[in-house]
């Protein structure tokens, strides 16, 4: 399905299953879908054309007759959808509500007969329902054929032309994550050094007329500037270089319309994750002024907000902060000079100069200015880089535009009359109708997949797998031999980053992009061209955007949801195919009796009130629904009616939570009904029960928390877990205290998951009395057998203490490993062994708690590593133990990294020799050869446990005792 071409392409597939499946069919309907499918395919063709065509060069009619065919369309597929889920599925009794009273009492009656008659009481049921189901189907057929009719019609009366000319060439596919690149290279360098300068300084910077500040005052800086200039990549890269010595940070976002209560927890999210879980839940914005003031209190921070729109936000946010905090720095982002201005500095941001918007796009396309090509148009791209103005957001986009097309197609985008649109008059922002460019030469279906990212609030960071799977969900995804589904979906989102109409979100953790954000500017398009097709509709705390009468996508965004027993009599919701929630507070029943058809039920970080165990009581009645995901959002029980949802796909129920504290929401029995699963999330705050994979096997992800488990039933899962060869992301937390049994029962059934990609185990061992008899070190020597996938790419394993590095560590056995999270000693051998991965990019190696290491990291050169992560015992090293004090790390063996972050053991070791130690490290970054762009943090562990010399009268030699806490 696209947003081009509605439902018609779905339409053709499924009346093409209808002619050639086993159905019997009325006669003469087989002739009847024979020909809606041909018309329909004719329709489709067209509208994929004038998909590909800009609106301006369309006439009103051609865009009135596409818009009653996509409406059609709809229409005719959840009839199809309806009639095959009764005939297939079977809707039980419903259809004894078509016949006369005395016929449907007699056959209630007859159904309540004894035991022996149920042979026959099946047989009539099914005869009768199938056979309404058919005459059902007759009639609807018969429908659709007169409103395509009528609509062609109306088409040749007014003699719309359909026949346009063909779409631009397409970019081929290019799944290399981009997203980065060269706005964070070209241009960066002064103005990062100026706003740096101003955040050091004791006085105010260029464009503030107040009075030199105080030092030992909280220092505001302002980055103010026009949307697209690069704003938040200059405050990141800021705020990457300068955060790490400072007692706390945060990096938060907030948006035109902002939930001044979310601001808030994730700004205590990133200055204290425990402060966060503590007040998470807290929904009074004085009482988070309060805390967060008080917390703020006697720390030198570096907070950086960013996006602030309007001055009521930006004044309850600076009543937060402690104004006498020493050494403490903000910097807010805003393109609002009256939220810029006040008593603080700011930097206004000009656009790029005309030698760094032409570096930024030769960048962009060729990898640098000395890679340009002879033939390179000189001539097209200087009427280009006149039209980007030296907005960085431009200048991407147009060369990702660009990126691969031919000489022709370069000249044809600069001779085109709408090129110069809005040039003298200023009617179009040039940013705006660039991106409007890009938009309209994306192929058919990410037009219709970037469309639905309008449904998430602005500055919102969308989880990738997530996304993906509402796409597959809503049928977006065309199907392509020998890929998956999600993993075509995945395409489709790296090519959407290609084309810079969605940024990329690297994890820290694991070095991957894993989420997504879309810029305010895009997001702004695509939210117009949404509600102009009647695709999304957005209702957000004012009450709503669309006139629509009839809706098929809504989005809630922080608001009140109030009961939908009765809804708005203006909206027709009974053909609503997806219903999203974030961020709101539901007062009542979501869903009504009369939504039947909806496919994406998605509600995330929503808190409800007394109806917390009432709103999802008709979630059984959602026979269509293929995703369920309830991320984050208070739910006191999920029905048991779950298991009538049989073309369930997706079941995300990460981060659940009940107010009760320490209580799991328990996951019905009724989920093993659900056969259509390909992907499960859950975590420790949902409990599930025994047995439930064994009838669900075509599973692709799998997440879930065995905390509470009993071993037996654990055995049960492990067991299980084998017989999900499809299996591509598994995720399994909280395991116990595994013997040597069921440690083989483990490792046999990862054998079998040979499509397997990203594996994590973690073994949440603290606390477990080692008189158990655990036996580690056969555990260990048993993964030397181990036989993973070998196109793994994520393997973390937290728990499990290899006394050397696992013999699968290897890169003829993992050659596309990226990602290795181990605890492990560390040896020569070992740090070979990694060397040798050639896609390495993250590495955590924690030392286990029986054997320190030897060695430090040798020098081992891991070209492509990228984020190290790393634990120190510093007793080990310090106080006469090495006589030249040294560490043995050598980080210039590793060029490419972004980001380290060392933990110093303190147990045992003198403050002199941790105080070393930590001088070390930081001389190692500042030697390293990317040290510019470097992000190092150094953090203490058990500092209360360090030693302390005691000196005898008779000067004998110093002894250790724990340093006094």
Known sequence: MDLVAGAVGSIVTKLGELLHGEYKLQKGLPEQMEYLKNELESAHTALRYLGETPPEQLGPQVRLWAREVRE??????????????????????????????????????????????????????????????????????????????????????YSIPVA?????????????????????????????????????????????????????????????????????????????????????????SVGRNPDLVQVFTGIFFGLDQNKYQAIRDVKDLQLLIGELREFLENKRYFIVIDDVWDLESWKAIRSALDKKSSGSRVVKTTRNLEVACGDEVYYKLDPLSHDNSKKLFYMRLYGGEDKCPAHHPEEASQKILDKCAGVPLAIITMASLLLGKSLENWFEVCSSPSFYRGRENKQVDDTVWILSLSYYDLPSHLKTCLLYLSVYPEDYEIKKDSLIWKWVAEGFIEKKTGTSLFQRGEEYFHQLINRNMIQGVESEVEGIIHCCRVHDMVLDLIRGLAGEENFITISNEDGGTSSRHKVRRIAHQNRILLDQSHPDSHRDMTQLRSLVAHGCHICGLVLHPSIKLLRVLALERCTSNEYGRRWLEHLGKLVHLRYLGLRGTYVEKLPEAIGALKLLQTLDLEGIRVKRYGVQVQLPSTVSLLTQLVCIRCDKYTKVPDGFLQKVTPLEELQISVYKLSLESQRQFLKEMGNQPLLRVLRVTDIGSLDVSMHAVLLKSLANLQELQHLHLDYNLFGINFAYGINFASTARMWDEAVLSKHLKHLHIQGIWFPCVPSFIDPTLLPNLCSLALHVNMDEAGLRALGGLPDLRYLCIQPSYFELPKYGMAPVVMPNLHVLRFTVPVYKYGHGTRSDNNLGFDLECLPSLRYVEARLNCNGAFPDDVNKAEAELRLQAQLHPNSSALRFDVFKDNEHLMARPVHSDDEESSKTQPFAS
């Open 72 to 157: 059609a369309s709809y229409d005719m597929e959840d009839i199809l959808d309806t009639f095959l889920v009764d005939v297939v599925e079977g809707d039980k009794k419903g259809w004894l509500k078509h016949l006369p009273e005395k016929m449907a009492k007699m056959l209630k009656e007859s159904m309540a007969a004894p035991a022996e008659t149920e042979s026959l009481k099946e047989k009539m049921d099914k005869l009768l329902k199938t056979s309404k189901a058919r005459h059902d189907i007759a009639g609807a057929i018969e429908d659709m054929k007169k409103r395509l009719q009528e609509v062609s019609d109306r088409r040749d009366r």
């Open 164 to 252: 346009v000319a063909a779409p631009a060439t397409k970019l081929d596919p290019r799944l290399v994550d981009m997203h980065k690149e060269a706005a964070q290279i070209i241009g960066i360098e002064k103005t990062r050094a100026e706003l740096i300068a101003m955040l050091q300084s004791s006085t105010n910077g260029h464009g503030n007329a107040g009075a030199s500040s105080s030092s030992n005052r909280t220092k505001i800086v302002s980055v103010v500037g026009a949307g697209g200039l690069g704003k938040t990549t200059l405050a990141k890269a800021v705020y990457d270089e300068l955060s790490t010595g400072y007692d706390c940070r945060a990096f938060v």
